[in-house]
């Protein structure tokens, strides 16, 4: 959970302060004479190939320019799909986004909650989404289509964390009032003889399951004495089973790996500890950050460990020794929130109202921009386009699936009412001008 403790303060404010008038959007609809085979039979193949094609050139899509955003305030919770091909992204704007991955186009926004959006799991099997509010509730959506499921009444106050089994069965929730439940999936009903909670004043900070579904770990806030601690308790009766000291304050994220004997966990006290389990013991205290640490993930092999920080940085360390690998800075004012995807090559990162993408194990920036028309700068233009029924945004300059109907390169200011004309080819490029045709290349 981020470190923020008022939605009034100057950190829930908007990013961006010129967001009043909409930006430009192209549109290109792709319809059935867009396709090289046409036949109703292989439309569904057709699709397939478009998207597929369009996620090998990640690496042609365009960065973000100056004004563009994802969202218009601090993205702090981020989830990945097992198939690496959905990023969900939740944030102080109250809303939940849809990206596709690897080239970050937008595919919807959920809203429902009516504040802040602290955390987000999706399940081992990508059909449903589970997202924490300081609403006091966690909302259940049905995926790729977003569709809202259900809404669960989960704490008297903010629910700062929540988490999806290994097998799906069960989801865990926490707050920062020391609340904390597990409920069965995908029907939503608390398990009421799985209930964990800690004294007032020492909330759940950050949860995790460990990857057998056994058992469930918690950072936690310091209460009284201001010395943060992680828990590790059974799924589902929730009984407690170790606790681990060392943090000198509240914990704020943990992680799992891959094979269960390592555990991660960052705290306010700008430190990563490592603890082998089952047993606890404490491995290595880990050094670097300047200020809060975050976020921490784990990768697929269990070989990379990854932090993000209040300090704005994000910080890469080997396992299971924990030396430091390298460090990046700059890429926002803090960085709450970190994910990687399951295949262990793309890491996802959230900040001041940005999402950031980034290639694994070397940590490069992909020049892939995540961004949102209605949340952007009137400066900024953008293109999209549907393929198999799902509508994409993206960038103005960001490749366009072949088979689309058109591409509208837009530059800003001087394609205001452009629009494409014709069929083009599955390479035909429309350029920004008052009176544009699309033009087989």
């Not at 170790?242 to 992680?255: E, F, M, N, P």
């Not at 990563?272 to 784990?298: E, F």
Request: aromatic residues 6%; neutral net charge; contains cysteine.
């Amino acid at each position: 959970m981020k470190s923020k403790e008022s939605p009034d303060g100057p950190e829930g404010q908007n990013t961006n302060p010129q967001r009043q008038e909409a930006p430009q959007v192209y549109a290109i609809s792709r319809g059935r004479s867009g396709w090289t085979l046409s036949r109703r039979d292989l439309l569904s193949a057709a699709a397939a190939a478009v998207a597929a094609a369009a996620a090998s050139r990640r690496a042609q899509a365009a960065a973000c320019a100056a004004g563009a955003l994802a969202h218009s305030d601090d993205v702090t919770s981020l989830a990945i799909s097992p198939d690496g091909r959905l990023l969900a992204s939740g944030s102080d704007d109250k809303t939940v986004k849809l990206w596709s991955l690897p080239d970050g186009a937008l595919l919807r926004t959920l809203a429902g909650h009516t504040n802040w959006v602290n955390a987000l799991a999706i399940s081992p099997d990508g059909r449903l989404l589970a997202s924490g509010s300081n609403d006091m509730t966690v909302k259940l959506w049905s995926l790729p289509d977003g569709a809202l499921l259900k809404t669960l009444s989960a704490n008297f106050e903010w629910v700062s964390a929540v988490a999806i089994g290994p097998d799906g069965h069960f989801l865990a929730t926490g707050g920062v009032d020391g609340t904390g439940w597990f409920w069965t999936l995908p029907d939503g009903t608390r398990v009421t003889t799985g209930g964990f909670s800690n004294p007032l004043g020492t909330g759940y900070h950050a949860i995790a399951f460990s990857p057998d579904g056994r058992l469930l770990a918690s950072g936690d806030g310091g209460g009284a004495s201001g010395m943060g601690v992680v828990k590790i308790r059974s799924v589902p009766d929730g009984t407690l089973q170790k606790t681990l000291t060392g943090h000198t304050s509240i914990v704020q994220a943990v992680a799992f790996s891959p094979d269960g004997s390592l555990l991660a966990s960052g705290s306010r006290d700008r430190t990563i500890k490592l603890w082998s389990l089952p047993d606890g013991a404490l491995l290595k205290t880990l050094t670097g950050h300047s200020d809060y640490v975050l976020a921490v993930a784990i990768s697929p092999d269990g070989r990379l460990l990854v932090s993000g920080g209040q300090d704005g940085a994000i910080k890469f360390w080997s396992l299971p020794d924990g030396a430091p690998l390298r460090s990046i800075t700059g890429s926002s004012n803090w960085v709450p929130a970190v994910a990687i995807g399951p295949d262990g090559e793309l890491l996802a990162s959230g900040g001041a109202g940005t999402i950031k993408l980034w290639s694994l194990p070397d940590g490069k920036p992909l020049s892939v921009c995540l961004t949102d028309p209605a949340v952007s700068a009137p400066s900024t233009s953008f293109v999209q386009y549907t393929v198999g029924g799902q509508t994409y945004t993206m960038p103005c300059g960001s490749p366009v699936p072949p088979g689309a109907a058109g591409i509208c390169n837009c530059v800003p200011g001087s394609g205001r009412g452009c629009a494409c004309v014709g069929n083009c080819t599955s390479n035909g490029v429309c350029s920004c001008v008052p009176v544009c045709t699309c033009v087989p290349t």
